[in-house]
Protein backbone atom coordinates (compact mmCIF):
# COMPACT_ATOMS: atom_id res chain seq x y z
CA UNK A 1 0.00 0.00 0.00
CA UNK A 2 1.56 3.50 -1.49
CA UNK A 3 0.91 7.04 -0.10
CA UNK A 4 2.93 8.52 -3.00
CA UNK A 5 3.78 11.36 -1.73
CA UNK A 6 0.79 12.55 -0.17
CA UNK A 7 0.89 14.74 2.58
CA UNK A 8 -0.70 13.52 6.30
CA UNK A 9 -1.73 16.06 9.27
CA UNK A 10 -0.64 15.12 12.70
CA UNK A 11 -2.50 17.52 14.69
CA UNK A 12 -1.47 18.02 18.71
CA UNK A 13 -1.20 20.46 21.42
CA UNK A 14 1.91 22.41 22.57
CA UNK A 15 2.39 19.80 25.21
CA UNK A 16 1.02 16.51 26.24
CA UNK A 17 0.71 14.45 23.25
CA UNK A 18 1.55 10.78 23.84
CA UNK A 19 4.90 10.00 22.05
CA UNK A 20 4.53 6.89 20.91
CA UNK A 21 0.92 7.51 19.28
CA UNK A 22 2.50 10.15 17.61
CA UNK A 23 6.05 8.48 15.85
CA UNK A 24 4.74 5.04 15.68
CA UNK A 25 1.59 6.01 13.13
CA UNK A 26 4.13 9.05 12.01
CA UNK A 27 6.87 6.27 10.50
CA UNK A 28 4.27 4.21 9.72
CA UNK A 29 3.15 6.86 6.53
CA UNK A 30 6.64 7.60 5.84
CA UNK A 31 7.05 3.94 5.20
CA UNK A 32 4.37 3.52 3.15
CA UNK A 33 5.88 6.66 1.18
CA UNK A 34 3.99 9.53 2.53
CA UNK A 35 4.58 12.61 4.01
CA UNK A 36 3.76 13.57 7.71
CA UNK A 37 3.31 17.43 8.74
CA UNK A 38 3.16 18.36 12.61
CA UNK A 39 0.28 20.63 13.09
CA UNK A 40 -0.10 22.27 16.46
CA UNK A 41 -1.91 25.88 17.48
CA UNK A 42 1.17 27.82 16.46
CA UNK A 43 4.21 27.27 15.12
CA UNK A 44 7.02 26.09 17.47
CA UNK A 45 8.46 23.34 19.23
CA UNK A 46 5.75 20.79 20.53
CA UNK A 47 6.39 18.15 23.93
CA UNK A 48 5.25 14.82 24.08
CA UNK A 49 5.43 12.37 27.13
CA UNK A 50 5.52 8.62 27.92
CA UNK A 51 1.87 8.48 29.85
CA UNK A 52 2.81 11.25 32.36
CA UNK A 53 6.97 11.57 32.19
CA UNK A 54 8.00 14.37 29.37
CA UNK A 55 9.65 12.50 26.29
CA UNK A 56 11.04 13.96 23.05
CA UNK A 57 9.81 17.65 21.67
CA UNK A 58 8.91 18.14 17.97
CA UNK A 59 8.70 20.78 15.81
CA UNK A 60 5.38 21.93 14.49
CA UNK A 61 5.68 23.45 10.75
CA UNK A 62 2.47 24.39 10.92
CA UNK A 63 -0.49 26.12 12.52
CA UNK A 64 -3.94 24.87 12.39
CA UNK A 65 -5.65 28.64 12.00
CA UNK A 66 -3.41 27.86 8.73
CA UNK A 67 -4.02 24.87 7.53
CA UNK A 68 -6.40 23.42 5.16
CA UNK A 69 -8.16 19.73 4.96
CA UNK A 70 -7.52 20.36 0.93
CA UNK A 71 -3.93 20.34 2.03
CA UNK A 72 -3.43 16.86 3.26
CA UNK A 73 -5.06 13.31 2.48
CA UNK A 74 -6.18 12.84 5.80
CA UNK A 75 -5.59 13.18 9.87
CA UNK A 76 -4.17 11.61 12.79
CA UNK A 77 -5.15 12.68 16.29
CA UNK A 78 -2.72 10.90 19.08
CA UNK A 79 -4.10 10.81 22.19
CA UNK A 80 -2.62 11.29 25.77
CA UNK A 81 -4.72 12.89 28.24
CA UNK A 82 -3.63 16.07 28.21
CA UNK A 83 -3.21 16.58 24.00
CA UNK A 84 -7.02 16.55 23.20
CA UNK A 85 -8.31 18.05 26.48
CA UNK A 86 -5.95 21.16 25.12
CA UNK A 87 -6.91 20.65 21.68
CA UNK A 88 -10.74 20.35 22.19
CA UNK A 89 -10.57 24.43 23.60
CA UNK A 90 -8.38 25.98 20.95
CA UNK A 91 -11.43 27.07 17.72
CA UNK A 92 -8.48 26.90 15.26
CA UNK A 93 -8.22 23.27 15.99
CA UNK A 94 -11.26 22.03 16.49
CA UNK A 95 -12.22 23.64 13.03
CA UNK A 96 -9.26 22.16 11.12
CA UNK A 97 -10.25 18.77 12.54
CA UNK A 98 -14.37 18.76 11.74
CA UNK A 99 -12.42 20.73 8.11
CA UNK A 100 -11.98 16.62 7.47
CA UNK A 101 -14.95 15.63 7.94
CA UNK A 102 -16.69 17.82 5.98
CA UNK A 103 -14.53 17.43 2.72
CA UNK A 104 -14.55 13.40 3.15
CA UNK A 105 -11.19 13.00 4.13
CA UNK A 106 -9.97 9.73 6.46
CA UNK A 107 -9.21 10.72 10.12
CA UNK A 108 -7.54 8.30 12.73
CA UNK A 109 -7.44 8.49 16.51
CA UNK A 110 -6.28 6.59 19.24
CA UNK A 111 -6.64 6.69 22.92
CA UNK A 112 -7.95 9.90 24.50
CA UNK A 113 -7.96 11.86 20.80
CA UNK A 114 -11.63 11.43 20.12
CA UNK A 115 -13.01 13.99 22.65
CA UNK A 116 -11.16 16.43 19.74
CA UNK A 117 -14.11 14.61 17.82
CA UNK A 118 -16.78 15.56 20.96
CA UNK A 119 -15.68 19.32 20.43
CA UNK A 120 -16.01 19.06 17.03
CA UNK A 121 -19.67 17.13 16.90
CA UNK A 122 -18.35 14.73 14.24
CA UNK A 123 -19.49 11.61 16.05
CA UNK A 124 -23.10 11.65 15.82
CA UNK A 125 -23.98 7.98 14.20
CA UNK A 126 -20.61 6.48 14.33
CA UNK A 127 -19.15 3.43 15.91
CA UNK A 128 -15.51 4.44 17.46
CA UNK A 129 -13.03 2.63 20.09
CA UNK A 130 -11.04 5.10 22.67
CA UNK A 131 -9.41 4.62 26.24
CA UNK A 132 -12.86 3.51 28.00
CA UNK A 133 -12.65 6.74 30.34
CA UNK A 134 -13.62 8.53 27.13
CA UNK A 135 -16.93 6.32 26.29
CA UNK A 136 -19.41 8.06 28.15
CA UNK A 137 -18.37 11.26 26.23
CA UNK A 138 -18.73 9.51 23.10
CA UNK A 139 -22.26 8.30 23.50
CA UNK A 140 -23.05 11.34 24.83
CA UNK A 141 -22.07 12.76 21.69
CA UNK A 142 -24.02 10.43 19.46
CA UNK A 143 -21.78 7.83 18.70
CA UNK A 144 -21.64 4.39 19.54
CA UNK A 145 -18.31 3.30 21.62
CA UNK A 146 -16.67 -0.27 21.14
CA UNK A 147 -13.93 -2.21 23.07
CA UNK A 148 -11.75 -3.35 20.04
CA UNK A 149 -8.64 -2.94 19.09
CA UNK A 150 -9.54 -0.98 15.99
CA UNK A 151 -12.44 0.14 14.43
CA UNK A 152 -12.92 1.40 11.01
CA UNK A 153 -16.12 3.33 10.20
CA UNK A 154 -17.17 4.24 6.79
CA UNK A 155 -20.42 6.14 7.37
CA UNK A 156 -21.40 9.48 6.29
CA UNK A 157 -18.83 10.15 3.60
CA UNK A 158 -15.21 9.38 5.50
CA UNK A 159 -13.79 7.14 7.06
CA UNK A 160 -12.80 6.97 10.83
CA UNK A 161 -10.34 4.55 12.14
CA UNK A 162 -9.90 4.39 16.01
CA UNK A 163 -8.03 2.45 18.09
CA UNK A 164 -8.13 2.30 22.01
CA UNK A 165 -4.28 2.40 23.40
CA UNK A 166 -0.35 1.80 21.88
CA UNK A 167 -0.63 -1.51 22.36
CA UNK A 168 -3.14 -1.33 19.28
CA UNK A 169 -0.87 0.73 17.00
CA UNK A 170 0.26 -1.79 14.88
CA UNK A 171 -3.20 -2.45 13.73
CA UNK A 172 -4.11 1.65 13.58
CA UNK A 173 -1.25 1.71 11.63
CA UNK A 174 -1.95 -0.80 9.22
CA UNK A 175 -5.71 0.76 8.99
CA UNK A 176 -4.59 4.52 8.74
CA UNK A 177 -2.16 3.89 5.30
CA UNK A 178 -5.06 1.58 3.79
CA UNK A 179 -7.82 4.95 4.54
CA UNK A 180 -5.41 7.33 3.58
CA UNK A 181 -4.21 5.46 0.03
CA UNK A 182 -7.06 5.18 -1.10
Same mark, same amino acid.
Given at each position: ?5 ? &? ?18 ? &???? $? ?16 ? /? ?21 ? /? %?????? =? ?7 ? +? ?5 ? =??? &?????? #? $? ?6 ? #? ?9 ? +? #? ?48 ? $?????? %? +?
Amino acid at each position: MSLDGK &KVAFLVAPEGAEQVELTEPW &KAVE $KAGGTPVLVSTEVGKVQA /YNHLDKADTFDAEKSAADCSADD /Y %AGLVLP =GGVANPDFL +RTNSDAV =GFV &KSFFDA #G $KPVAVICH #GPWTLVEADVL +R #GRTITSWPSVATDIRNAGGNWVDEEVVVDERRGNTLISSRKPDDLPAFCS $KLVEAF %A +R
